[in-house]
């Protein structure tokens, strides 16, 4: 038997693929899923028959539409996560578990949507009303008006306010360090750079939140493939190693209104760990791809993982400290906020390929990269790549 | 009063857990699961105490006072049935009699949203919606 330790770069990623990010992909669902999944193959090297083990982790395509289309005569292996936003990141650890235990060779890990031409991201979160992991929030707290995530989440973000003063200028500086980064990408859906003022002169949608807290809505899709350093040898890229993996849940899971500490995310148990498994420390992370549903989300976090204390994660994000150049470069692809929303998948992307050398936003010299998931009402996940 | 077919919000959907919650708001009580064996209180309701693992409970009556813990203002109408409220405040309250456990309310005594504010005392008060349901909401104490 494996202590999670020893499961620390026992597997990699050997292959990646994007479609372009936008408001109108012109593919299905199905499609749009399958052509990252294919450059994702060809970027590793494979043939799409190779892969045995599938990780699924958006709503409209399934396991066997993927094993149908790509040929696969023996898939071993397929899960997909409920964790909303954390669903790819968490999947990793399937992906790792999968592969190194022998069950799998090539785990294919994918996920994308039209959610913008499509059934639109917010409209179907307000048609899930009272269903699956919502069931209790549609009884105790839809019947209030609380019915979209800005609403869920916009409780956690008053009260770090109160408690610890964070400001929305504070907020600000997220959402514009998102957007540099996406205005230096050559895939990115909102492009032109923003200022302090712009954020806050765009609509308060959800007080805390203005506009310019929150993601985008966007059709795409991005795929990688994990397997072991031992195949990797023989193919065409060179391997990013997974370090450490793992997915969290806070304290009062279902319900964020009953949580003793709302503004405690599930990562906070979590990150001890990975760091663990890595033999790393928070100052050993050269960038952090943190979820970024909305601009609090980014602050929370920096404070759960560890790169700052709890309640000092808005001075920390002022002065350029997260952008290209500064201490802790976040989001360098622009995020939820400015990339586009796939829940996630294009975090885990870029973080391989900041470890690759591959970004249009490159770290330099960066060997280290973190990817956090953050999704239904708290739960999390955190990956750590590596070159080692 | 109002038909449930005739509301424009979203209505509580109860299970065999809830049930009892909603019938005591209907008497206009504020009850909540209370452990029999290691007297925790629990909410929202559930067959288990997650602290000691027994099934046995009571509803319990707390006065109907509670603290505002935090709060967020819609500014948009993310559901047609609230449209007319703009901007809307949707308050977390601490139940101060039941420790650890929290509602989700509006007000319903003409608060405006500027005027919400962490730690504000609030009486909880009982709106029969419609003829099948009473919602708990909340008032300047
Ligand atoms: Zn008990």
Redesign the interface.
């Known amino acids: 038997m494996y202590s999670p330790k020893e499961l620390s770069n026992k597997t990699c990623v050997v292959g990646i693929g994007e479609t372009t990010y936008s408001r109108k992909s012109g593919m299905t669902d199905l499609t749009l899923q399958l052509t990252a999944a294919m450059r994702a193959i060809e970027d590793a090297g494979i043939k799409p028959g190779d892969i045995d083990g599938i990780l699924p982790q958006a709503a409209g395509a399934t396991s066997e539409d993927f094993a149908t289309n790509l040929g696969i005569k023996d898939l071993r292996y397929s899960a997909q996560i409920n964790m909303g936003g954390a669903s790819p990141c968490a999947a990793i650890q399937n992906g790792v578990l999968a592969v190194a235990s022998g069950v799998c060779n090539y785990v294919l890990l994918l996920s994308g949507r039209n959610g913008y031409s499509g059934a639109r991201t917010a409209q179907s979160i ?1 048609a899930g ?2 269903s699956g992991p919502m069931r ?1 929030m ?11 995530p ?2 869920w989440y ?3 973000a ?2 770090h306010m ?1 408690l610890y003063g964070t400001t929305s200028l504070q907020f600000a500086e997220v959402s514009i360090a998102m957007r540099r980064h996406a205005s230096m990408q050559s895939n990115a859906q909102m492009k032109d750079p923003i200022t302090i003022e712009d954020h806050q002169s765009s ?6 939140f203005r506009l310019l807290d929150c993601c985008l809505q966007t059709d795409g899709a991005a795929a990688c493939v994990i397997t072991t350093p031992e195949r990797a040898k023989d193919l065409k890229k060179k391997p990013v190693y997974i370090s450490a993996f793992g997915e969290a849940h806070p304290d009062s899971p279902s ?1 964020i ?2 949580r ?1 500490d ?1 503004t405690t995310f599930g990562i906070a148990k979590l990150a001890p760990r990975v760091f663990e498994m890595a033999g790393m420390t928070p100052k050993d992370v050269d960038v952090a791809e943190l979820y970024d549903c909305f601009t609090f989300t980014v602050i929370n976090q920096l404070e759960d993982i560890g790169f700052c204390g709890k309640g000092e994660g808005g001075p920390f994000v002022e002065g350029g400290r997260i952008q290209i150049g500064g201490d802790l470069p976040v989001n360098t692809h622009g995020g939820l906020l400015s990339q586009g929303h796939i829940m996630g998948m294009n975090h885990v992307i870029e973080g391989i390929k900041q470890v690759r050398g591959s970004s249009d936003v490159q770290v330099k010299d960066a060997e280290v990269a973190l990817v956090s998931g953050y999704g239904d009402f708290g739960d999390g996940a955190l990956a750590i790549f590596s070159g080692r | 009063m109002t038909t449930t077919s005739e509301y424009k919000k979203p209505i509580p959907r109860p299970t065999g857990e809830s049930q009892p919650f909603w019938d005591f708001c209907k008497k206009h009580e504020l009850r909540f699961q209370r452990c029999s064996k290691c007297n925790t209180f629990r909410h929202y309701p559930r067959p288990l105490c997650g602290e000691c693992g027994s099934f046995d409970f009571d509803w319990v009556q707390v006065a109907p006072k509670g603290t505002v813990h935090s709060w967020v203002t819609a500014h948009r109408a993310f559901h047609p049935g609230f449209a007319e409220e703009l901007p809307l405040a949707i308050v977390i309250v601490d139940v101060d009699e039941a420790p650890g456990i929290r509602i989700m309310a509006n007000y319903n005594d003409g608060t405006k949203a500027d005027e919400v504010a962490v730690g504000a005392p609030v009486k909880i008060v009982f709106d029969d919606v419609t003829e099948e349901f009473t919602l708990p909401k909340i008032a300047r104490a």
């Open positions: 307000g009303l009272g209790t549609g009884e105790f707290e839809y019947i209030y008006g609380l019915v979209a800005m609403l916009g409780p956690m008053r009260r109160h609509p308060i949608l959800a007080d805390p319900s209104t009953q003793p709302m």
